[in-house]
């Protein structure tokens, strides 16, 4: 009786801890987030014991011409998985300047990244990164998938909804997905944009293969959100599209212009490639695509004085803020200026709305007034700004440090401080003692 006992409680013991430590193994795997070190690009990997398509997404000869690609085009890259997106506690907005979603599976992506992970995905992207969408890549973007005459939105994964709209596919006309037959087609770039003017004159056609991806369909009223770079050569339905959104931008596309016909330094070989020719490499779009996706909508550069040591009293300056729209329309923001103090207490001076016409830009000189009774110490001097959702896209700063002053000093700065303000359309803003002066200088850019 004993014996049965004891085993009976051996027994239920051992049941217990297999499937304490079968929930520990698969949740410590599933939750591992590895410190990230950056790069230029992140490229998404949710590769896992298994076979793709069956137990993960990416696919692995996509990911491996991406990284010959990128190499080649002289950009850094980092793996990320869907742990990283999940659980990271690192700020990928100062590790990444682009997030790039391979081609694959979009239902294991879905499966894998959780809201969490999306959530981090969408406020890189309003912050000021890019998204680089390829094939499945894109369609994980949109706000619902059409495959095969059925939707599928929010409700069964497509959530992320970065691009507002529809990716529809499979489009058996052109290849059969099912049978894995990879076609070369031909896109039609035919409108005139500023994102990729330098690359080539329209209208021109690139040969780019492809199996399974979307065309792209912009809901109504979101038109003129969406450029449309290249449309499929049959039907002039939308194949490549760029858009901003939030303080960053995204490129989706539907063919996959990592992968080489013409030559092996993609480190890839498909079946029927060598009947295949692209009529020259699509790389060099690539490098378009991604300076648009890496180059901010506003640059703001933040130029400290000459002199960062100032007695109290005095004003510290000018410093200068130069600012360039990099798209090709107006663009408003919001500019708020602060101050550090040496004891880690900020002083923020009014958020100010402001905007700039695409392609200009404008310089303006500061002069700030440090009170008489100011702290000594290092202090920083900065600038924030934000879109008019409230997301940072950039935050500039110097260091400088108050010094005492005589008061023959502090009258001579009066005078000084006088005439910067009753200059020709200064702005003027105070705060805790503090006078902050903005003059503007003529906006360059214009005819």
């Known amino acids: 009786m004993k014996g049965k006992y004891i085993t009976k409680t051996c027994l239920k013991l051992s049941v217990f801890f297999f499937i304490l430590m079968t929930y520990l193994f698969s949740t410590s795997f599933a939750k591992v987030a590895f410190a990230l070190n950056g790069a230029d690009v ?3 990997n949710d590769s896992r014991t298994g076979t793709y398509l069956y137990d993960y997404g990416v696919w692995p000869d996509g990911v491996t011409a991406i990284k010959n690609m990128l190499t080649t085009a002289g950009r850094t890259y980092e793996e990320i998985s869907d742990s990283d997106l999940n659980y990271s506690t690192q700020d990928f ?3 990444y300047k682009v997030i790039l979603f391979p081609g694959g599976y979009a239902y ?4 894998f990244i959780a809201k969490a992970g999306k959530e981090r995905i969408r406020n890189f992207v309003k912050n000021g990164g890019g998204y680089f969408g ?11 998938v059409e495959w095969g005459g059925v939707t599928y939105d929010d409700e069964t994964g497509y959530d992320l909804d970065l691009f507002p709209g529809t990716g529809v596919g499979e489009l058996r006309k052109i290849a059969d997905y099912y049978a894995g037959k990879w076609v070369m087609y031909t896109f039609n770039f035919e409108n005139e944009n500023s994102i990729l003017s330098s690359y080539k004159t329209v209208p021109y056609s690139e040969d780019i293969i492809y199996l399974g991806g979307p065309y792209f369909k912009t809901d109504k009223g979101s ?3 969406v450029t449309v770079l290249a449309t499929f050569a049959d039907d002039g339905q939308p194949g490549i599209v760029a858009f901003q959104y939030g303080s960053g931008k995204a490129v989706l596309f539907g063919p996959h212009p990592e992968i080489e016909e013409d030559s092996d330094r993609d480190g890839v070989t498909l079946d029927g490639e060598d009947e295949m020719n692209d009529n020259g490499s699509d790389w060099e779009l690539v490098g378009h695509i991604l300076n648009w996706l890496e180059t901010p909508i506003i640059s703001h550069t933040l130029t400290p004085p000459s002199k960062i040591t100032v007695p109290r009293g005095r004003t510290l300056g000018p410093f200068t803020v130069e600012e360039t729209n990099n798209g090709s329309s107006f663009y408003n923001f919001y500019v708020q200026p602060y101050i550090t103090k040496p004891d880690k207490t900020t002083v923020n001076f009014s958020k100010i709305l402001t905007g700039i016409d695409g392609g200009k830009t404008r310089t303006h000189s500061h002069y700030l007034s440090i009170p008489t009774r100011s702290e000594l110490g290092t202090f920083t001097y900065g ?3 934000t879109d008019t959702s409230g997301n940072l ?5 110097f260091d400088f440090t108050v010094v005492s002053g005589s008061s023959t000093v502090k009258r001579k700065n009066y005078r000084k401080l006088k005439g910067l303000i009753n200059s020709t359309g200064a702005q003027v803003e105070k705060t805790n003692g503090y006078i902050l002066i903005n003059v503007p200088e003529k906006e360059r850019g214009e005819e």
């Open 42 to 44: 992140a490229i998404y």
């Open 93 to 95: 907005s100062s590790l």
């Open 108 to 111: 294991w992506y879905n499966k």
């Open 134 to 144: 390829i094939c499945a890549g894109a369609y994980f973007a949109v706000d619902r």
């Open 223 to 225: 038109e003129s959100k």
């Open 383 to 385: 600038v924030k700004l």
């Open 393 to 397: 896209f950039d935050n500039d700063s």
